[in-house]
């Protein structure tokens, strides 16, 4: 019973955390956005992953994803471009635990030297995702704006929709073109 309690639980909250949290970005001060007109991807990185059909598909979606957020930002897609955009993916297999509490001891039995200690017991495992975004003026080769951000993955992260929200979220403070 207990088990189908955690299980259902974290199928809860694994659902919950669809979209990317702990978004972090840098910005270069003193690089003139409004100078840059167009860009381009570099090759895509997964570290940690299988290049199955499903992580290929999802990279794909990530990379529709970035390019929808750039257009809508008044930058165009260019072969010569004065930006490149680098996508990295890492994936981590992670374990879920949790501290065991004195209710949790066993009886004492007789022996006079029993002593308990509190441990941490793994209750699941699950894969989370970091994708960092990069944005590099071409001319100096020089980083001028990254995101990056974390999300557990599963089926839903890996919706076309779900993409589209994560990274509209990772380029919120992205800087507009006239």
């Known amino acids: ?22 978004v972090k970005t840098k910005r270069d001060e003193d690089a003139d956005f409004q100078s840059y007109k167009t860009y381009n991807f570099m090759d895509v990185e997964l570290e940690g992953a299988p290049a199955d059909s499903s992580n290929s598909t999802a990279l794909t979606e990530i990379k529709r994803a970035v390019a929808q957020e750039m257009n809508n930002r008044g930058y165009k897609l ?24 004195i209710r949790e001891a066993p009886r004492y039995i007789g022996q006079r030297r029993y ?21 590099v003026e071409a001319k100096g080769n020089k980083l001028i704006w990254q995101a990056t951000g974390s999300t557990v993955l599963n089926k839903q992260s890996r919706q076309p929709e ?11 403070k992205f800087p507009q073109t006239k």
């Not at 019973?1 to 702990?22: D, E, P, R, T």
Request: proline content about 1%; aromatic content about 8%; hydrophobic content about 40%.
């Open 115 to 135: 002593s308990w200690k509190s441990e941490t017991v793994e209750v699941g495992r699950y894969k989370e995702g970091t994708l960092t975004v990069d944005v």
């Open 1 to 22: 019973m207990k088990q189908i309690i955690f299980l259902l639980a974290a199928s809860v909250w694994m659902g919950a955390c669809s979209s990317y949290n702990n």
């Open 78 to 101: 260019y072969g010569n471009p004065d930006l490149k955009i680098n996508i990295g993916l890492v994936v981590q297999e992670k374990s879920q635990t949790r501290q065991t509490d």
């Open 162 to 172: 779900n993409i589209d929200r994560a990274v509209a979220k990772l380029f919120e």
